[in-house]
């Protein structure tokens, strides 16, 4: 493509702003190839801002992760926060950072935006996991919290992440006003390159800690069976944040020293043990903590992701082969042991347990059985933990909350996912089992027999052409003959289509006035179907943080139906 005059000021632009030298030279060096169309894509596309904050690719340009951006999206943080929170300066911010490349860097020019603006910043010292960001954000009555992160993401990727005054991931309108906010003050002022100011923020992690510690141990409901467990557990930190952390939890709970997987057990930004280091792929995944586990003698493997919000279960079955639970199957065991152990069952009525509409409907089966509450909510940690926070202001008891990828909420100790809790709950529960002569997979079956079988079959297709994916979900939406007209059946007519939610359009023909209840958005893509016989959901929808296009599917039983 030839250069245009925009893109010339762009690249002007670009240069005069940024003062990272390698970033400025990758432009400068693309320039002088006269490479116009990477240019342009670089430049003349800005990485939005959303309800999952930025994550993306690090690198030169506006569509990447790196210093700049980093100062723009601060500076539009900051004059949101201290335009819509009530004494925004004096409650302050958390920050915190993981293992990544320029995550410590990214995580200083943000607390050193925020001091310069006269800001109270609480910036942690070093590598933390993500939900010490949202416990902190609620601890410290702080007006935010970000967290310098790209999770489980490739090693190219960063992100950053934030959490609104109650600690819950941002959800709209704050997602749109924060992006408005960032496009009214793309310069960056003179100060905002200064990080000599960062001496002047508090190092949270002695104090939220122990806090945080003391509140895992008190969850705990029999401490001296933990100190007497049968199980070894084998526990991986997949190159990121969380051995310290968890080595800390794993005392606090009265249990004896887990079997660290001692090649993943530092944070190395190279994750150079794993293709992917998501521990929800499962066994190629985990493949060095199965083989350290056989050579310790262990039968619980569990993995937390790179910072540590999420954690993967397996377990060694009697025929020596391992079995990596899904998220679904986790999911289950954790919402039957939060109401199974809870101490007054009696004021069921008062009790909630929540799940993403993609996650199992197992939380629905237990709940319609047991008498308690459920309710599912939109795709994401960020829709359970505002909801979440809502039942509790109302009086209301939140057990359990979870997503099928992985993701799960134990009380409301941090109103998001946290794999640090959920680990130390699957812990208590594995052993609490084995005093019973019943393994992890045992217990599921018996969930199963009780509240029906519920089998589910998830997985993605990759797709980088956004222009693709939405021919695509629009194609499906005129398989009835025409556009607006859904699909009535699949299977060349076998599988009669009960209802269709499609919350991108707001349809939803299961609802007497054909409209969701859940919140709509038109930014992605999603349509649910359902049908009677056999009983089962499929949902397709795009991902917010991943080019994926997701598929979902669950087929699911009445208690004592084979």
Not at 207 to 222: C, F, G, K, V
Not at 504 to 521: E, K, M
Request: hydrophobic share 40%; charged share 20%.
């Amino acid at each position: 493509m030839a250069k245009t005059a925009a893109l010339e000021a762009k690249i002007q632009e670009w240069l005069s702003w940024d003062k990272n030298d390698a970033t400025r030279s990758e432009i400068a060096s693309l320039q002088e190839a006269g490479d116009w169309a990477r240019l342009s894509s670089l430049l003349e596309k800005r990485m939005a801002f959303g309800t999952a904050g930025l994550r993306g690719r690090m690198g030169a340009g506006y569509a990447c992760m790196n210093d700049l951006v980093i100062v723009q999206t601060t500076q539009g943080l900051a004059d949101y926060l201290l335009k819509t929170v009530p004494n925004a300066a004096q409650r302050g911010v958390v920050v915190g950072y993981d293992g990544r490349y320029h995550s410590r860097r990214f995580a200083e020019l943000t607390a050193s935006i925020f001091l310069h603006l006269g800001v109270k910043v609480w910036l942690f010292a070093k590598i933390c996991p993500t939900p010490w960001v949202a416990f902190g954000t609620r601890y410290y009555k702080a007006a935010a919290g970000i967290m310098v992160t790209a999770s489980h993401n490739p090693k190219q990727d960063n992100g950053y992440k934030v959490y609104w005054d109650n600690g819950a991931q941002i959800i709209p309108p704050h997602d749109s006003g924060i992006q408005s906010a960032i496009q009214a003050l793309l310069e960056p002022r003179a100060t905002s390159w200064d990080t000599s100011v960062i001496g002047g923020a508090t190092d949270p992690g002695p104090e939220l800690t122990p806090a945080y510690m003391e509140r895992l141990s008190a969850a705990m409901r029999q401490p001296q069976l933990n100190a007497d467990s049968p199980i070894r557990f084998t526990v991986t930190s997949m190159h990121g944040v969380s051995h310290p952390y968890m080595c800390e939890a794993f005392k606090a709970c009265n249990f004896k020293p887990f079997i660290p997987v001692r090649e993943q057990m530092e944070a190395d930004p190279e994750f150079p043990t794993v293709p992917f280091p998501n521990p929800e792929e499962g066994k190629s995944a985990l493949n060095l903590a199965m083989a350290t586990a056989d050579a310790g003698g262990s039968t619980v493997i569990l993995a937390n992701d790179p910072d540590a919000d999420r954690l993967a279960v397996a377990e060694k079955q009697p025929s020596g082969e391992w079995r990596v639970f899904n998220g679904n199957e986790t999911g289950a065991l954790l919402g039957w042991w939060c109401w199974s152990s809870y101490p007054s069952p009696d004021d069921k009525d008062t009790c909630y347990m929540l799940a993403s509409t993609v996650s199992s409907k197992i939380l629905r089966s237990i709940a319609e059985k047991e008498g308690f509450h459920f309710e599912e909510t939109l795709t994401g940690f960020k829709w359970m933990g505002n909801r979440a926070e809502q039942l509790m202001l109302q009086g209301k008891k939140v057990l359990f909350a979870f997503e099928e990828a992985i993701g799960f909420m134990c009380g409301t100790t941090v109103l998001d996912k946290d794999g640090v809790s959920a680990a130390l709950e699957v812990a208590q529960m594995a052993t609490t089992l084995a005093n019973k002569g019943l393994s992890l997979t045992q217990q599921l079956d018996l969930i199963y027999d009780r509240y029906g079988f519920h089998t589910t079959n998830n997985s993605y297709y990759l797709c980088h052409e956004p222009e693709v994916v939405k021919r695509m979900f629009e194609r499906i939406r005129s398989l009835g003959g025409a556009p607006g007209k859904y699909p009535t059946s699949l299977g060349g007519g076998q599988y009669r289509i009960g209802a269709v939610r499609d919350l991108t359009t707001g349809h939803d023909s299961g609802q007497p006035d054909g409209r969701a209840i859940l919140p709509v958005s038109s930014s992605s893509q999603m349509i649910t179907f359902t049908f009677s016989e056999p009983q089962a959901v499929l949902t397709l929808r795009t991902s917010g943080t991943e080019p994926k296009i997701k598929w979902y599917s669950e087929i699911r039983a009445q208690p004592g139906q084979t």
